[in-house]
């Protein structure tokens, strides 16, 4: 993505730089470390997360580096002559491993682990969870509309209630967990999107009459003419003029395409309106409804039988509403080869020591069922156990699994092709497939299953007596 790539080196949080010039000075920056990105509770009160942002991630890393403004800024904030040096040839040169962007994720699990010195992976922390944390969320969001919606068109029109240029990777992501389409222009030519728009209020009103506006919009777009009818009176103007107009492309060999409500009770207007188009014979008129929907909305408009055939999604869409960020966050696990654990007063806090990998297991009808979190070179997991509940444990012998954790960046560059946004979506379409469907409900989802291995466990154990100095 070519946006904002100058001084990228800059985009973090003040405290990366004291902690890396920290590490330079007291002669330890060389120090190899791993830190995972992990999040701890699904969003949305979902059962589910989708993983997004991972190649907009790995395009920013690979242009984070310091120009001469940005060495000058740093100086002039009291950094160090020697330190700033380094960071004069600074590149990120080390190794991320992941899992696909676009998979169906669970809480606490390493979905990414960086391997570097502890300068390069501490730099890191705050743009993998900037990017990481946002996208992941708006993906999640798109993908519980697009589970109301079901085979209906969905629209992303976020672009006006955005948080300012964040709407640019939201549309994507958008468009990983389900949408159709967006009415960002610049993302669409960013990420090879399809653009999709109507008609705002003003142009009805810019005109003077509805049935003039409506006719001069026609003359122009007569290919894919969506007519907004709620400017005066929905039932008794808006209609009436689209079918006056529809009939008047039908002489000219064209089509209508839809109508748009966008105000008003959505299910009473669109039940009388597709009435009354149909009793006019046109019956191929869409319907698109916009205004505030969110999933639930979605959900009681298609219970409540409302004839709708799209729905534009803005606000609670484009800022993940009602969530207003995933709690992801990025947290080391080893040095200088060693693992290391961060202990916590809430056991759910405690970190994950050593390096990891995940596990998906399959139940017999080719669903998941389960994921291990296992140290990196264990395989043939039979069992694994609760993370904090001794009693619980879940058998997994002779269930077929995949590994989810890949290379995506080796020694300094990414190490995988990119995928088209549309084909990330379509993975993660054909992913969310593979979940049960009690794990997909709004409310009281089923809880997924997402455990230790004995190895693992036992090793964080071990460290939680160790660092507790054996009591």
């Known amino acids: 993505m070519n946006f904002f790539k100058d001084n990228i080196g800059l985009y973090l949080d003040y405290y990366e730089l004291t902690m890396a010039q920290g590490y330079f000075l007291t002669g330890i920056g060389n120090r190899q470390a791993n830190f995972d990105y992990f999040f701890r509770n699904n969003p949305f009160n979902s059962g589910y997360a989708i993983f997004a942002g991972l190649q907009d991630m790995l395009e920013l890393i690979s242009e984070f580096t310091y120009n001469n403004g940005a060495i000058d800024f740093l100086h002039k904030h009291g950094f160090k002559n020697e330190f700033l040096d380094y960071l004069k040839n600074f590149k990120f040169s080390g190794n991320i491993f992941s899992v696909p962007e676009g998979e169906i994720v669970f809480p606490n699990e390493p979905l990414i682990r960086v391997e570097g010195s502890i300068i390069e992976t501490q730099l890191l922390e705050s743009i993998i969870l900037n990017v990481i944390n946002f996208e992941s ?6 993908r519980r509309l697009r589970y109301s919606a079901g085979k209906r068109k969905l629209a992303d029109f976020g672009l006006r209630r955005a948080q300012g240029f964040a709407a640019l990777f939201a549309s994507k992501a958008a468009i990983i967990g389900g949408m159709d389409n967006t009415s960002n222009v610049y993302s669409a030519f960013i990420y090879d999107l399809i653009p999709t728009g109507t008609q705002a209020h003003s142009w009805i009103q810019s005109f003077g009459d509805e049935l003039t506006a409506f006719r001069k919009f026609a003359e122009l777009y007569p290919d894919n003419c969506v007519l907004l009818v709620d400017t005066y009176d929905t039932l008794k ?4 003029n689209a079918i006056k107009i529809a009939k008047e492309m039908e002489q000219n060999g064209h089509k209508l395409s839809a109508v748009r409500l966008d105000s008003g009770d959505l299910a ?13 014979e046109l019956n191929y008129v869409k319907i698109i409804a916009s205004n505030q929907l969110d999933e639930y909305l979605i959900k009681s ?26 709690d992801g966050v990025y947290k080391i696990s080893t040095i200088n080869n060693n693992p290391t654990i961060k202990l916590s007063e809430d056991v759910s806090k405690i970190t994950l020591p050593g390096i990891k990998k995940i596990y998906r297991y399959f139940n017999g009808e080719n669903k998941f069922y389960a994921d291990c979190i296992a140290l990196e070179n264990e395989t043939d997991i039979d069992v694994m156990l609760h993370p904090h509940d001794i009693y619980k444990k879940c058998k997994l012998k002779d269930l077929h699994y995949e590994s989810l954790t890949a290379q995506v960046f080796k020694n300094g560059a990414p190490s995988i092709n990119f995928k088209s946004v549309k084909e990330i979506a379509a993975y993660s379409e054909y992913r969310f497939s593979l979940l049960p469907d009690e794990h997909k409900r709004f409310e009281f989802p089923h809880i997924y299953k997402v455990g230790l291995s004995p190895n693992l466990k036992q090793l964080r154990d071990e460290l939680i007596t160790k660092m507790k100095g054996g009591v």
Do not use: C
Request: aromatic share 4%; glycine share 10%.
């Open 137 to 142: 969320l708006i993906a999640t969001k798109a």
């Open 237 to 240: 103007s808006g209609i009436p």
């Open 268 to 280: 009473y207007l669109s039940k009388k309106a597709r009435k009354m188009l149909d009793e006019a």
């Open 301 to 326: 408009l298609i219970e409540q039988g409302a004839p709708i055939d799209a729905f534009g999604v803005g606000t609670n869409l484009i800022t993940g509403q009602k969530d207003a960020a995933l």
